[in-house]
T-cell receptor, first 112, second 113 residues
Framework: QKEVEQNSGPLSVPEGAIASLNCTYS??????FFWYRQYSGKSPELIMS????GDKEDGRFTAQLNKASQYVSLLIRDSQPSDSATYLC????????????FGSGTQLTVLP | NAGVTQTPKFQVLKTGQSMTLQCAQD?????MYWYRQDPGMGLRLIYY???????DKGEVPNGYNVSRLNKREFSLRLESAAPSQTSVYFC????????????FGPGTRLTVL
């Protein structure tokens, strides 16, 4: 059973702070890693993808991947109240016909 | 949710009733997926279809059937609904080689009494 684990939270940070979201995965041959954002009552939307060890930055978002530790994280700089949502980590393993395994999500609240 | 539509948006069923959830895309992509999302459980794959005419079981297929008669549509059927199938159901499609991600439809909120 391939597993993706996230701290369910809730995680609260003040506006302007850095929010740090973490995810671990069990399948060592996992190839692709994704972060989705889901607002309450809405569908998930992709915000970051990462495939290689290290950091990937996109605006206020930075994804970090460490395959040796089987760990992927998402940093949100200068957090805004509009960032309040549930963040889902998703992992795709090689040979899995593009299937994704999702974590249960971390609920983030940014306090004004 | 551009390109992926789901019907209905909301549905209430009684135990034992049947229904079909519809998903349609206008993005001409091959791979389509059905997920359910329950509180604290994340998204769990029910069935997927790699191409027209093919379907495969995901993590939680029991109690469901699917149909992919053409490239555009992928339907999910509950033959005899149970309260345990109360959930939010999402259809998704893979963006192809150029866009390596899954795009989700708006979801169907199903309650089984």
């Amino acid at each position: 059973q391939k597993e993706v684990e996230q701290n369910s939270g809730p995680l609260s940070v003040p506006e302007g702070a850095i929010a740090s979201l973490n995810c671990t995965y069990s399948d060592r041959v996992s190839q692709s890693f994704f972060w989705y954002r889901q607002y309450s009552g809405k569908s998930p939307e992709l915000i970051m993808s990462i495939y290689s060890n290290g950091d990937k930055e996109d605006g206020r978002f930075t994804a970090q991947l460490n395959k040796a530790s089987q760990y992927v994280s998402l940093l949100i700089r200068d957090s805004q109240p509009s960032d309040s949502a549930t963040y889902l980590c998703a992992v795709r393993s090689s040979g899995s016909a593009r299937q994704l395994t999702f974590g249960s999500g971390t609920q983030l609240t940014v306090l004004p | 949710n551009a390109g992926v539509t789901q019907t209905p948006k909301f549905q209430v069923l009684k135990t034992g009733q049947s229904m079909t959830l519809q998903c349609a895309q206008d993005m001409n992509h091959n791979s389509m997926y059905w997920y359910r999302q329950d509180p604290g459980m994340g998204l769990r794959l029910i069935y997927y279809s790699a191409s027209e005419g093919t379907t495969d079981k995901g993590e939680v297929p029991n109690g469901y059937n699917v149909s992919r008669l053409n490239k555009r549509e992928f339907s999910l059927r509950l033959e005899s609904a149970a309260p345990s199938q109360t959930s939010v159901y999402f259809c998704a499609l893979h963006g192809g080689r150029a866009q390596d991600t899954q795009y989700f439809g708006p979801g169907t909120r199903l309650t089984v009494l």
